[in-house]
């Protein structure tokens, strides 16, 4: 207990301040809360685990946003275009063989290279350049090799999701999926080459629907409590 004039520390039981002589209790003109805040320290407090949880604490552990899935462009959907390339590749050097000239020999050497390098180039962009990431909360691409620009989509915003392959996709497992939103940087956005398409696909579906579903019980939550 402290003295309300000099602030000397003094026992509970005292009505005077030993230091400056001040009367300590209610007909002395302490302050009329004193006694309540002294009893308010003195007032047991709940252990932790007895304590109700706060408010907004399982709500925050029910948001944590956590990741679902990550993928990119997979090297499996340029299957197609190395099998044209080859097949240009066997046809220029059929061509040269009947030609038999040294300087188109030269020439199909050097489209044949170019072909091969400009097709490996795409390959290197396609992979490096394009990263896709699920979450429970949000989709989040990210576009660019030097240059890297990443855009989110609240799958709240998420209208529709369609995947489809072609003959040569369903031969190898992948395929191009499109997702519909209100986003307005990307209401279409296109995802090419995706690996076991139809399992991410799904899961997109399922988790923005998920997503709706809990943000409808957040609403309704709080139109329901009281104010």
């Known amino acids: 207990m402290q003295c309300y004039q000099c602030g000397e520390h003094v026992l509970p039981e005292a009505v005077f301040c030993h230091r400056c002589g001040a009367r300590l209790d209610a007909e002395g003109g302490a302050p009329a809360d004193t006694a309540s805040t002294e009893s308010e320290h003195r007032r047991p407090t709940a252990p932790e685990s007895e304590r109700p949880p706060a408010a907004g604490r399982d709500r925050d552990d029910r948001e944590t946003e956590q990741t679902l899935w990550e993928g990119g462009y997979s090297s499996k959907a340029m299957f197609g275009r190395w099998v044209v390339t080859l097949m240009a590749t066997f046809g220029l050097i059929v061509a040269g063989v009947f030609i038999w000239r040294p300087y188109v020999w030269l020439a199909i050497a050097a489209a044949i290279v170019l072909l091969w390098a400009y097709q490996s180039l795409v390959l290197i962009a396609r992979r490096s350049g394009v990263h896709y990431r699920l979450t429970n909360q949000r989709f989040i691409h990210e576009l660019g090799v030097l240059r890297r ?79």
Do not use: C, M, W, Y
């Open 149 to 227: 620009v990443t855009d989110r989509i609240d799958l709240i915003d998420v209208n529709d999701i369609t995947f489809e392959q072609g003959l040569i996709d369903r031969l190898v497992g992948v395929g191009t999926i499109h997702i519909a939103s209100k986003d307005r940087s990307h209401p279409q956005l296109t995802l090419k080459g995706i690996e076991d398409v139809g399992h991410v696909a799904g899961l997109i579906d399922e988790t923005f629907r998920a997503e709706r579903r809990r943000r409808g019980l957040v609403v309704e939550n709080l139109r329901r409590a009281p104010q």
